[in-house]
């Protein structure tokens, strides 16, 4: 049975299968959302999350499990709800504007599929183009606009029939760089205004971690890791994942009874979630080592690159194997390429993975940072 609280949720999925041939893209899928939420499904191409994202529009049809939205069955083996029954609004990666209507007739064109009376069209569409700044381009046509006025023509569009579940297919992938910043902002700020409950594909974990609440890494048709972003970055669950989000340089080395071997040295440790004293494999983030004179940690600079306030170095570990990381660097503290440097570790915790199990390594000596 469904109780009364899942029959609230804005979005539900159960079991939902979907093949193309040989080729599994999504795998027995089970997914919920709670009020207000905005989620982000992550990955690389390939993995399922475009496919999700139009199965639950009505634009695909799973072949197994079942898709509820607000409590209502949309889409099982036997049925299968139309976008337009669905109470969704989609944003398109292309846009997806009319060319021979201008904004306000892209607007009208859902709520007249929703049959509402012209009076209450003209309210709405009037509201939804002030809420992204562009009531004074109604009479514009879309081919007229920039790319980041049609993205926002899309987005009132989306919006305009007030859904019960908005829908983003990578909406910022098309923009700049800074026009990406500016567009992410805003678009929280709509969704929080309006309390609306979204889900958003893309394969930018920055776009990511800017809009969403929750992240969803997926990973051959599974849902790999769901989490916070902070939490998600800090504690990915598999090293596969850390490496997709560039959380850090992972390091394979291993836990003794003296602690955390590094080279020739021992970092002692005061606990540790490891069953048992093995390899291990650390996750290094860019900020846990500084460059340090009395640094136990030995190095020598392979490159180092220019990133506006800080230098991104290269740098080989000695470890006895070939291991390097990724360090951020102080602009006046930054040594030239092939010059040995002393390092020092910031952290007080460590993420790593156990025989593919994630654990917690606290250290029981930290430098201060120093060089900041």
């Not at 209507?101 to 069209?121: I, S, Y």
């Not at 004179?293 to 470890?319: C, F, H, N, T, W």
Request: glycine share 8%.
């Amino acid at each position: 049975m469904i109780s009364a609280n899942e029959n609230s949720l804005p979005l539900r999925i159960r079991g939902l299968g979907k093949t193309f041939g040989d080729h599994i893209a999504l795998d027995n899928l089970n997914l919920s959302l709670e009020p207000g939420q905005v989620l982000a499904l992550l990955g690389p191409s390939g993995c399922g999350k475009t496919t999700l994202l139009r199965c639950i529009a009505g634009l695909l049809d799973g072949d197994s499990g079942e898709i509820s939205i607000r409590g209502t069955l949309v889409a099982n083996e036997k049925i299968n709800l139309p976008p337009e029954k669905r109470g969704l609004g989609m944003v398109f990666q292309d846009y997806a504007l009319w060319p021979h209507m201008t904004v306000a007739e892209n607007l009208a064109f859902p709520l007249r599929m929703r049959k509402l009376p012209h009076t209450e069209q003209q309210q709405r569409i009037s509201w939804a183009l002030d809420l992204v700044g562009l009531a004074h381009l109604a009479d514009r046509s879309p081919g007229t606009l920039s790319g980041g006025q049609q993205q926002r023509v899309a987005l009132a569009r989306a919006i305009v029939a007030q859904p019960a579940l908005l829908l983003m297919d990578e909406p910022l992938s098309n923009l700049d760089k800074n026009l990406r910043t500016q567009l992410a902002l805003e678009i929280r700020t709509l969704i929080d205004d309006l309390g609306l409950t979204a889900v958003f594909v893309t394969h930018d974990q920055h776009e990511a971690f800017a809009l969403a609440d929750k992240v969803a890494v997926m990973h051959n048709g599974r849902i790999a890791q769901l989490a916070a972003p902070v939490e998600l970055f800090n504690q990915p669950a598999t090293p596969d994942i850390a490496e997709f989000l560039d959380a850090g340089t992972i390091i394979e080395t291993s836990i003794t009874a003296a602690g955390l071997q590094w080279g020739k040295h021992h970092l002692p440790l005061t606990s540790t979630t490891a069953s048992s004293l093995g390899d291990v494999r650390v996750l290094l983030p860019h900020r846990a080592l500084v460059l340090h004179d009395d640094g136990p940690l030995r190095g020598k600079v392979r490159s180092r690159i220019y990133q506006g306030d800080y230098y991104l170095a290269e740098i080989d570990l000695d470890m006895g194997t070939a291991q390097s990381t990724r360090v951020k660097l102080h602009l006046s503290h930054c040594p030239a390429a092939n010059m040995p440097v002393n390092l020092a570790l910031v952290s007080r915790s460590l993420h790593a993975w156990h025989n593919n199990n994630p654990l917690t390594l606290s250290l029981a000596v930290v430098r201060e940072r120093e060089l900041a």
